[in-house]
């Protein structure tokens, strides 16, 4: 869990030892600067983060659309990422409600804006908004326990070109239609759907049509195959490296602190 990454991440390191640790790569953006400083100490030792698998599918289609040119300039972005339950009302407290062991990380915005960050880069400043609908869960003894983490948000941010992006998780939203992400430029609209089907269609066109995505373009899980070829030399950490876990953890962090204040937080925090 998210709490002992740091500890457990620069003990390894100090005894020689490559790393490989869990999504959420931390509980706030100070113990993941901890994290990537003492990497650095050790060039020697492979270091890296399990990515996000949410959006291996559609990863590679949308970064060659987007970087050929088919949206024209990226205008503003969509993500919607609901689950289609109603409030757990006296629900169990899982570790990801429990501020001790997820630290400020809020449902799966952190692993939504690093599948993001993939297709149009990272995020400038943040203003957030969220809402705890189950403040009370059972802990493991069945006692009501108070729960702080919010179970819904809804976050604006702006990316280095000026887009606007919205995205909204909740896990509060029954019968919601999950998952979708559209992505507007100036030339072109793609459409991804909750089974990750893409869509799209560019100016002078009267709907979307699908885009084909043969699975032998597709990414896929290569975690352990990545580690395992840096530590033998014959390959880089690029899914992900300790970097791209601060990124989402400073900007994870900017939507707690934004949540919290009511104030435009910029990045990096």
């Not at 400038?124 to 729960?147: C, D, I």
């Not at 072109?188 to 032998?216: C, H, K, M, W």
């Not at 300790?242 to 919290?260: C, H, I, L, P």
Request: charged share 20%; net charge negative; with cysteine.
């Amino acid at each position: 869990w998210p709490y002992m990454h740091r500890t457990l991440t620069l003990a390894a390191l100090e005894r020689g030892k490559h790393v490989l640790t869990q999504a959420r790569m931390a509980n706030n953006a100070q113990e993941a600067r901890d994290m990537l400083e003492a990497s650095l100490q050790h060039p020697d030792l492979v270091c890296q983060l399990v990515p996000t698998s949410m959006s291996y599918r559609i990863d590679n289609v949308l970064k060659r659309m987007i970087g050929e040119g088919y949206l024209g300039d990226v205008l503003s972005v969509e993500l919607q990422r609901l689950q289609t339950r109603f409030p757990a009302v006296g629900g169990e407290l899982d570790w990801r409600h429990d501020e001790r062991f997820s630290g400020y990380n809020i449902l799966n915005i952190g692993a939504s804006y690093e599948a993001m960050m993939r297709w149009l880069g990272q995020g400038n400043r943040v203003m957030a908004m969220s809402k705890l609908h189950v403040p009370y869960r059972s802990n493991a003894a069945g006692e009501p326990t108070s729960v702080v983490i919010p179970d819904h948000v809804d976050v604006l941010f702006e990316l280095a070109n000026g887009a606007q992006v919205h995205m909204r998780a909740s896990e509060t939203t029954g019968l919601s239609t999950g998952n979708e992400t559209w992505i507007h430029g100036s030339e072109g609209t793609i459409y991804v759907d909750r089974r990750q089907n893409v869509f799209a269609g560019r100016r002078g066109d009267s709907e979307l049509t699908e885009v084909p995505n043969p699975r032998s373009e597709q990414a896929y899980n290569r975690v352990e195959e990545e580690f395992t070829n840096a530590i033998r030399g014959v390959e880089e950490i690029t899914m992900a490296p300790f970097e791209t876990g601060v990124r989402y953890m400073e900007w994870t962090e900017a939507v707690y602190r934004s949540s919290q204040t009511g104030q435009t937080v910029y990045l990096p925090v």
